[in-house]
């Protein structure tokens, strides 16, 4: 059993901007707070770091319904106590389903009069779906599809949580995503591309963390590698403004000037945490599918600058005309379970994505379809 030598600091109560160097960034206005409380609402992914902030912050805000759709029983089940330690402004719905199940989303939209969808519903760990592509394209890809079919016979506005990883893509992660931003983009919905958030689970923070409690050296794949960073709380001021000051069919993006190296945020727990003499960071490596520096927009998208108000919008390029071909022909070669055909389809929806070397050298065996390294 592994000696516990440090009771670590809960990242929730990390003050960041020392590292990040910055104030926050502006929030959303009081009053479109105010009129968000007319609103029925669903948000997916409730369950997850950022879907759990956001829905609170729902909650609080005394909406006129919530509903909170998460897949992991387990999630629901901890957001569920969440909810009920505190004294609530209003008792949201919890339904326990998936993002994909066309039918289940016709109900809790019929019911509950959904007019407007904060979808944070995804899988996001990129070395592992690096050897689970299905399953990324299933969730992130086509679920998004299925939602967004369903909210626009409801005529409620979508939100996409998306990433800086869906830019020029590297990792199946970010390809599934930029199909995401289309599908949401196509339907007059909007985009939140976000940056790494500080703190959320699974986050290279609370590997970090995990490292300086164990008295382990801090693993940085690379001293050079730099990443744009927000807090969870700018996010979901993101996800809120993103409801009512961005067009339809536009990416929401927060305005920040400097990325920081992975190195230095490594080196700001280490004192924050009082680690303990001798913890260092070590040299490791970039996987594959990584690259070294992320970036907010590529080159084709047309930017304009909000900058006073923390944030910038992108107007998108037009769309592909054939994006329902497109995307039925990739839903064909995902049931399929045939990878090269699969790669194939997600290149023709995203021509700037190059597969990584790990998703390349995975073995398909025939009889089964499985996928093994």
């Known amino acids: 059993m592994i000696s516990r030598l440090h009771k670590v600091t809960d990242p929730a109560s990390i003050d960041w901007y020392p590292f990040l160097g910055r104030p926050r960034l502006s929030g ?16 997916t992914g409730a369950g997850g770091s950022i879907g759990k902030a956001l829905s609170l912050r729902l909650r ?10 998460e897949s992991s029983e387990q999630a629901l089940y901890r957001l569920h106590n969440e909810l009920a330690s505190s004294k609530p402004a209003i008792t949201p719905e919890l339904v326990l389903g998936s993002v994909g199940d066309e039918v289940l989303l016709n109900e809790v939209c019929t019911a509950n009069g959904v007019n407007l969808v904060f979808h944070a519903a995804a899988h996001k760990h990129v070395p592992l779906l690096e050897t ?23 005529g409620a506005k979508t939100i996409l949580l998306s990433t800086d990883k869906a830019v020029q893509p590297t990792s199946i992660l ?34 970090f963390l995990r490292q300086i409690e164990q008295s382990q050296p801090l693993v940085v ?15 979901v001021d993101l996800l809120l403004t993103a409801s009512y000051a961005v067009p339809p069919s536009s990416v929401i993006l927060p305005a920040l000037e400097h990325m920081h190296t992975v190195l230095s945020l490594a080196s700001f727990l280490l004192g924050t945490c009082n680690a303990a003499p001798g913890t260092t960071t070590v040299d490791g490596n970039l996987h594959a599918c990584e690259k070294l520096c992320e970036s907010l927009c590529s080159a084709e998208e047309a930017v304009i600058s909000l900058q006073q108000h923390g944030y910038a919008y992108v107007i998108k390029q037009p769309l592909f005309s054939s994006l329902d071909h497109l995307l039925n022909r990739l839903d064909t070669e995902v049931s399929r379970r045939n990878l090269q055909s699969t790669i194939e389809a997600m290149q023709a929806l995203v021509p700037d994505y190059r597969p990584s070397a790990t998703l390349l050298a995975l073995k398909q065996t025939p009889a089964t379809g499985v996928l093994q390294s």
């Not at 744009?228 to 996010?235: H, R, S």
């Open 132 to 154: 689970n592509p299905f399953a990324a394209i299933a969730t992130n890809a086509l679920a998004t599809r299925t939602l967004l079919r369903v909210t626009q016979q409801h």
């Open 28 to 43: 959303p206005e009081s009053d479109a707070l105010v009129a968000l409380r007319d609103r029925s609402i669903l948000v």
């Open 221 to 235: 794949r690379h001293r050079e590698a730099a990443r744009y960073f927000v807090t969870p709380e700018e996010a």
């Open 60 to 69: 609080s805000l005394g909406v006129r319904k919530l509903v909170l759709l």
């Open 174 to 207: 970010g390809a599934t995503k930029q199909v995401a931003e289309q599908i949401t983009l196509a339907a007059s919905g909007v985009v939140v591309r976000l940056t790494n958030v500080l703190g959320t689970d699974g986050s290279v923070v609370e590997t």
